[in-house]
């Protein structure tokens, strides 16, 4: 036992010594990523790979495995062993896969050995450096998060405490820009950042110039009576229920309230239509998939009532040409829930889950999309 410990604690410590030279070919990128010695063995961190080979990982902290999805290839490895699964197979590096506080540690290694060995003339190691196709890399790079109304359009406004769901939208959404760039490492834009009005239209144009892959609105709900409550997330469709038609007609008011009247509504029909029409029925079976992804794990998070995944033809998210959803948090309209939405640290949980819910979902559409 305490042999095992001490040679743990001889694992840990490490000394960074050299690097590796990743040539990408037919490109002018090279990179050196550096090797750190542990217990003697040449490493390379899993963090300083990932973005060179544009590879995927994901960390099964259960049951200690670790999923890499290189050139769309799956490689399974196994904290602490030697042996990794790639195509059925199992495979020997020789040195055990390490893990030190949140970062995983590859044997160099895998890199000038086993790389070449499965991908054939698409890599190859010599004199120190590696050489390398050009990988592909579609997956999840900018999201655009939209907290709903703001400035002269309050939203939704709560019966007992009178809080705007401007304010709601705001706060959830900018503590959520927090943990996707702290964690996810993903670029975060804002159609808004403050207290001020952006048009429907202007939104979802922010989100195409800035070739956003996914477009989240954050919303909060209002019934005319107080019992309603609990949290539902929308994508773009045509198909509703009566329920969703009269969310749909609350969140879309704001081109009749703040856009200039009825005659500002055409501009969302006719030719828009048939455009977002085609923009976002590429993008329906993702979108559906990202609610679904959020909508669970804010539910299960949150301990919020669960109104499910809905379609409803929102302006919002009319043009968007990527997978987009609509939030709605909760009810102002209900007294306990208008409590929660103001309170931090039901927001930091809101933005907690709807995190993770995105986690997941990237995850998926990740290896989906560089495959
Ligand atoms: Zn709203």
Known sequence: MRITFISIVLLMITISLSAIDIEIRGSNQKYSASETQIDGISYVSIQELSPILKCI????????RLYLHIYGETFIFLEG?????????????????????ASYYLPTAFLTEDLPLHFGQDAAYRKGTLSIKQPVDHSVQVIVLDPGHGGKDPGAIGKK??????????DVALKLKALL????????????SDDRFVSLGDRTRFANENKADLFISIHANASKNSSPKGAETYYLATAMTSDAR?????????????????????????????????????H????NELASSVQ???????????????????????????????????????????????????????ARTIFEGLK????????????
């Open 246 to 282: 009269a969310v749909e007609a609350l969140e879309n008011k704001v081109v009749e309230l703040y856009e200039g009247g009825a005659s500002a509504l055409s501009k969302y029909d006719g030719l828009d239509f048939i455009l977002s029409d085609l923009s976002q029925t590429e």
């Open 57 to 64: 990982n994901k960390q099964e902290r259960l049951d200690q």
């Open 81 to 101: 062993s030697s042996y990794y699964s790639y195509k059925i197979e199992s495979y020997n590096m020789h040195f055990p896969l390490i893990r030190k506080a």
């Open 161 to 170: 405490l009178k809080v705007k769901e401007k304010d709601v939208n705001l």
């Open 296 to 350: 669970q794990n804010l539910i299960a998070g949150c301990k919020a009532y669960d109104r499910g995944v809905k379609q409803a033809n929102f302006y919002v998210l009319k043009g968007a040409f990527m997978p987009s959803i609509l939030i709605e948090l909760g009810f102002l309209s209900n007294a306990e829930e208008e409590r929660l939405l103001i309170n931090e640290e039901y927001q930091q949980r809101l």
């Open 360 to 371: 997941r979902f990237k995850y998926r559409y990740d290896r989906i999309r560089n495959t």
């Open 181 to 192: 760039e702290k964690e996810l490492n993903v670029r975060v834009l804002m159609t808004r």
């Open 284 to 287: 329906l079976q993702s979108s």
